[in-house]
């Protein structure tokens, strides 16, 4: 593949940041939303040199700034050294080249930033094949960027007709490429489905860990269930969803998976894209929202989760809010917790504090679910026992001369198989 859909330039060591805050904001976000850029420019190891914060009334269709504004700020980021002008706002590719031509400076937006995170962080095949399917479909108008002889001509044969230029080819060559990707990113996602499918035939409750972007969703299914998930205190520090089965304190076991962070402004073709990764989300039976309660934003990041859950089409699920990192919160942030939602948890996946009125309330979500039955099952069909075990919660078992007599909560979509023995509900 060409070079222009790598990274386009090896100087990417110092970036001026510029903010936007439009009459359509709330006081303050765009300093909020500047903020968060720059915690994102620096996960990807790049200097901040300046962030400026740009009071915009009315978008220009070059730049979007307006000219004026647009020369003084590239002024400004030449005299602090930058290599980088990484704008807060979606640019179009027309003013993205516009903005380059003006300053001979490489200038990408919010967008390009956050696909480079997930391009660094994903791990797993369908990762790899998603962020590169998003990255594709954003660099595809924005070709001409990366050549300055877009007239020069090939000869005929593989590599195209007499006159084809090479912004013709490169274009050809990544939209072959997205082709490409879709074809082998849907047969990842059959296989997933596939796997799904077979965990459904044994049903365990289910329940998706959601939450904005380092809110330590990670941490807490690692100390819900001792897995070894990778947890750092960066964005983004994982992609790839994992599932780890857990057994809560009425002995029902319970899948919990952990799934991608969202964050504000996430670029729509990275939605699109992480679909087939989120769906784990739409098929849980309950989702466990975690929020870090020591983020000044966290009402922003609540809303934002909503948001988003709202778009996968889960804003019907039960939903258990969990505020995380109590250890490190006020009486402030407690309180201020609280009034956004009266009926949440306050956890701390670092030290456990809270852990177990939350799995509590798992259990008490999971018990509604199953409802509870007697039954009897001869000493001949041992076999109907152990999928007893496995398909639900067994809450008594007591042997009879001529069976066992059993207590417990099971799935109504597995009645095939224990209503011959039910005795009373």
């Known amino acids: 593949m060409a070079d222009f859909l790598e990274t386009r330039s090896d100087k990417r060591e110092h970036a001026f940041l510029i903010g936007v805050q439009t009459q359509e904001m709330g006081a303050g976000e765009g300093a909020e939303l500047l903020a968060e850029l720059t915690e994102l420019v620096e996960n990807l190891s790049m200097n901040v040199v300046r962030s400026t914060l740009v009071n915009l009334r009315k978008p220009t269709p070059a730049t ?170 960066k964005l983004f520090a994982t992609l790839d969803p994992t599932t780890r089965q857990l057994q809560l304190p009425n002995r029902q076991k319970l899948l919990v998976t952990d799934t991608v962070g969202f964050i504000r402004r996430l670029p729509h073709g990275l939605v699109e894209a992480f679909k087939a990764t989120l769906e784990e989300v739409i098929v849980a039976d309950f989702l466990i929202h975690i929020i870090d309660v020591t983020s000044r934003d966290f009402a922003h990041h609540h809303a934002t989760t909503l948001s988003v859950l709202n778009e996968l089409g889960a804003s019907g699920c039960t939903i258990i809010t969990a505020f995380n990192k109590v250890d490190g919160a006020d009486d402030t942030m407690m309180a201020q917790a609280r009034h956004l939602v009266p009926d949440g948890y306050f ?28 039954l009897f099952v001869p000493h001949s069909r041992y076999d109907i026992i152990a999928k007893l075990h496995a398909l639900g919660q067994v809450q008594s078992e007591e042997q009879l001369d001529d069976g066992i007599r059993i207590v417990g909560r099971f799935p109504a979509a597995q009645s095939a198989i224990f209503s011959p023995f039910l005795t009373k509900k």
């Open 64 to 233: 979007l700034l307006g000219s004026g504004k647009t020369e003084e700020l590239i002024a400004l980021a030449k005299a602090d050294g930058a290599d980088v002008i990484i704008v807060d706002e979606a640019l179009s590719p027309a003013q993205q080249r516009n903005w380059e031509k003006l300053s001979d400076l490489v200038v990408i937006d919010r967008q390009e930033v956050i696909l480079e995170i997930f391009a660094a962080r994903a791990q797993t095949r369908e990762a790899v094949l998603q962020v590169a399917l998003a990255r594709m479909e954003y660099s595809l108008p924005r070709l001409t960027r990366a050549w300055t002889h877009l007239s020069r001509q090939r000869g005929k044969g593989a590599l195209g007709g007499e006159g084809e230029t090479q912004l013709e080819q490169d274009r050809r060559i990544v939209s072959d490429r997205i082709v490409h990707l879709k074809h082998e990113l849907a047969t990842v996602v059959k296989q997933r489905d596939t796997q799904r499918r077979r965990r459904l035939r044994v049903p365990v409750p289910t329940a998706a860990i959601v939450g904005y972007t380092n809110a330590g969703k990670s941490s807490l299914l690692n100390r819900l269930t001792g897995a070894h998930v990778l947890a750092e205190d």
């Open 347 to 374: 956890v701390s996946a670092k030290t456990g504090e809270g852990v177990d009125a939350l799995l509590a309330r798992c259990a008490e979500l999971v018990a509604g679910e199953f409802g509870a039955m007697e």
